[in-house]
């Protein structure tokens, strides 16, 4: 898969190993991500964040799929000086943020946000100029 390089919406300019992608919000978007974070974390040596970051990377970008019409952005970032964090963010072109619901047990979809935030350090939302970014920290096993 080639890396696709362009201004991910509403980044906050970080020092440190990145790798950025984008991808058309179409279905396949969803395994491309998934794909893309496998082998850059792997590439970075942290195969044990391969799969929690791959499922949480899954929920965002599906959402973004369900809401937002344009390009949606994929950045993991290991932060200069922080060697115990990985920071991952999706973007798309919604200005909206997304909202945190309780899904019900027979509800089919609703619970991506509240299993990013059970699964991450920290997370949250913040707007750029041509829509938002959601973001979330996972920790790195020392």
Sequence with gaps: MGSLTWEVIGVIDTEGDCAEWT?????DAVRTARTAVREQLRGWDL???CDLAALLVSELVTNSLRH???PIGLRLVRPAGLDDVLLVEVSDPLPDPPHERVAHPEDESGRGLQLVADSSRRWG???GSNGKTVWFELAVPG
Excluded: H, I
């Design 23 to 27: 991808f058309p919000a179409e279905p």
């Design 47 to 49: 195969d044990s964040l």
């Design 125 to 127: 939302t913040r707007p």
């Design 68 to 70: 937002a019409t344009g």
